[in-house]
């Protein structure tokens, strides 16, 4: 597998940048999900509420993932009720275990390759369906991203990449 090494940043909270930034991925955690609504079960099966999570904190540190993975899901269900306030607690748990997968696996290799993001989101789907499960006790339910999601990760593990090497370059 070709690796690429790639501009990596850890923005602290005390800039003003990294608020910026952490908003324009919030802003585009708004965005995708709403588009991918339009399709029937598009949010379930293509898991949009975490594509700039994942590039946020792998491109420019935990921070910026962190308020990313934080605030999207909140202001997504209080704008638009999706996801629902139920469901909210195991998408937060899976946002920041994201936001800090990919913030780690980044600042660890400081490169990009399609097996760090297989890495990123396999480690963060893992643990976030086994803290579902902890949370709901359902085991059928806490494995619907596995059942239902894996168009969704296959995004963000191509879509991912492809945007973190390509597209963000500065």
Known sequence: MKTETVRLYNLPYSRIQ??????????GNIVLPQLFHLVPKGGITWLPIYFFTLIGAYKYGWKVGLL????????????FGM?????????LLKSVLLAAA???????????????????????QI??????????????LAVQDFRIGIPGMLLQIF????????????
Not at 127 to 140: Q, R, S, V
């Open 18 to 27: 990294t608020y910026g930034i952490a908003l324009l991925f919030i802003l």
């Open 159 to 170: 879509g991912g990449y492809l945007f973190i090497k390509h597209l963000i370059r500065k």
């Open 102 to 124: 990919a913030g780690f696996t980044a600042h660890r290799y400081q490169k990009v390759s399609i097996l760090l993001m297989i890495s990123v989101v396999a480690c963060y």
């Open 83 to 91: 996801p629902p306030v139920s469901g909210l607690p195991a998408i």
């Open 68 to 79: 990313t993975a934080i605030l999207s899901p909140l202001l997504n269900s209080w704008m």
């Open 127 to 140: 643990a976030g369906t086994l803290g579902e499960w902890a949370m709901k006790g359902d085991f059928y």
